[in-house]
């Protein structure tokens, strides 16, 4: 761990680019109300109050979000509790501000955990400071690390997975092997999509069946430490979930369609979400016009000429770059140079994905949860957009980072526009942060 910090802090442009990080979020925070760009905030919010005035978990299906895992809210209950049990809507307000502080902190961490890993694939410090302000001006990495959100942690302890992970992958520790047990299963105690990255490092380390050989002793210890933590999940499913519902996985769309099912029809819905096309999807599109806006448009009692909820990759691109909203200022041009800009990186990034082994691996990754996110995409075949959100894998902010540095490393014409592009995309990006109005909060359609 001391090697870490020592690693770490040897980039002198990083106490730079926190600065720079908490000075955008904090002047965002400061202008946007604590309902803006938020999911469900409300229902976290009561879920967190429930635990603080009941001292109890909630049943599962108490309020709209207590199926969820309980850390997050547990830690969010000993945060400034007399407001939060006050039944006034100011007190309400002041501790979700608080909370929205506490994911700013979750941010920081993510920001760290993703420097450290750059130091391994660059010793250029600048480099790793361009992409780092990058990424962490994004707009969507700004909503997830400030709001009231369950969404902050999981983000947080996925990459914390994923990285401690491949340190464990490249040097035995036993110290950050304790760690990656922790993590993974704090992890799983906070929301059940950190099942994602857990299978899809399970899966890289089971990669060696591929030829016909059988996982080598760190792949087997880090496959045994992930089942560990699902293990130490089993008593939550069984004495709350179980007990309380009959079921061992409490989810949101229990009880809306029988998941179990996966017909031919479904079958055609997700392969026409995928590639496109019209006549197989359950709801047909006219994919004409999709791109006249940049904006999602997902929801589904009017279908706007501009939605793209019916295409999986236009959902994932426009959700990791400015979530499912829409901005009436400042004017449309700077979400196209931003969304051009992160287009630019996307492409040049997966380039030279096959440069290095950590870029290999980190390609490797991001196949893997883009397939196990389409994969998913049946359980809602109505509602399509519900499962195909970036937030949900997010997380692969780190997968990227690494594709950005390692392109730029390649020192060729493409690296070169990298570079500009990124250079733009953060002035646009932080102008964009600090002139969003409040108007623009919500998902129009």
């Not at 919010?45 to 109890?56: G, L, P, W």
């Not at 049943?59 to 809210?73: C, K, N, R, V």
Request: glycine residues 2%.
């Amino acid at each position: 761990m001391t090697n870490f910090f020592n690693n770490l802090f040897k980039n002198k442009f990083l106490i730079p680019v926190i600065l720079l990080w908490l000075l955008v979020i904090t002047g965002y925070c400061l202008r946007t109300p604590h309902y803006c760009r938020a999911h469900d905030m409300g229902a976290h919010f009561e879920y967190t109050r429930y635990i603080a005035q009941m001292n109890k978990l909630p049943h599962p299906y108490a309020g709209y979000e207590t199926w969820q895992p309980p850390l997050y809210y547990l830690i969010n209950s000993f945060i400034d509790v007399p407001d939060l049990k006050s039944e006034v809507e100011k007190d309400k307000i002041t501790h979700v501000n608080y909370g929205r502080g506490v994911s700013v902190l979750y941010g920081l961490i993510e920001l760290l955990i993703i420097a450290w890993i750059l130091s391994q694939v660059s010793q250029n410090q600048i480099l790793q400071a361009l992409v780092l302000m990058f990424i962490c001006t994004t707009p969507k990495f700004i909503f997830v690390f400030s709001t009231y959100s369950n969404d902050s942690l999981t983000t947080l302890l996925s990459t914390a997975i994923v990285v401690l992970s491949y340190r464990l992958y490249t040097k035995w520790n036993n110290s950050l092997a304790l760690a990656l047990l922790s993590v993974s299963t704090l992890g799983l105690y906070t929301k059940y999509t950190v099942l994602f990255p857990i299978a899809a490092v399970a899966l890289i380390c089971l990669k060696n069946l591929l030829k016909l050989k059988l996982p080598n002793l760190v792949q087997t210890r880090i496959i045994s430490i992930l089942i560990l933590s699902l293990v130490l999940l089993s008593p939550y499913l069984y004495f709350h979930n179980y007990k309380n519902t009959g079921r061992l996985l409490s989810t949101s769309f229990n009880g809306e369609m029988d998941t179990t099912k996966f017909d031919v029809v479904q079958v055609k819905n997700l392969v026409g979400l995928v590639l496109r096309i019209p006549s197989w999807q359950i709801n047909k599109v006219d994919y004409t016009h999709e791109w006249d806006e940049p904006w999602l448009h997902p929801w589904w009692y009017t279908v706007h000429p501009s939605t793209k909820r019916y295409d999986y990759f236009s959902v994932s691109f426009v959700t990791s770059v400015i979530g499912e909203y829409l901005f009436n200022v400042p004017n449309v041009m700077f979400t196209w140079i931003i969304f051009f800009t992160h287009l630019i990186a996307y492409l040049i990034a997966l380039k030279f994905a096959f440069k290095s082994n950590i870029s290999k691996l980190s390609f490797l990754m991001l196949l893997i949860i883009h397939l196990f996110q389409i994969v998913s995409i049946p359980i809602f075949p109505t509602l399509p957009h519900r499962n195909m959100e970036y937030r949900y894998i997010c997380w692969t902010w780190v997968c990227w980072a690494v594709l950005y540095i390692n392109s730029i490393e390649q020192k060729s014409i493409l690296s070169n526009i990298l570079i500009k592009a990124m250079f733009v995309g953060i002035i646009v990006q932080i102008y964009l942060l600090f002139t969003i109005e409040v108007e623009s909060c919500f998902a129009v359609s």
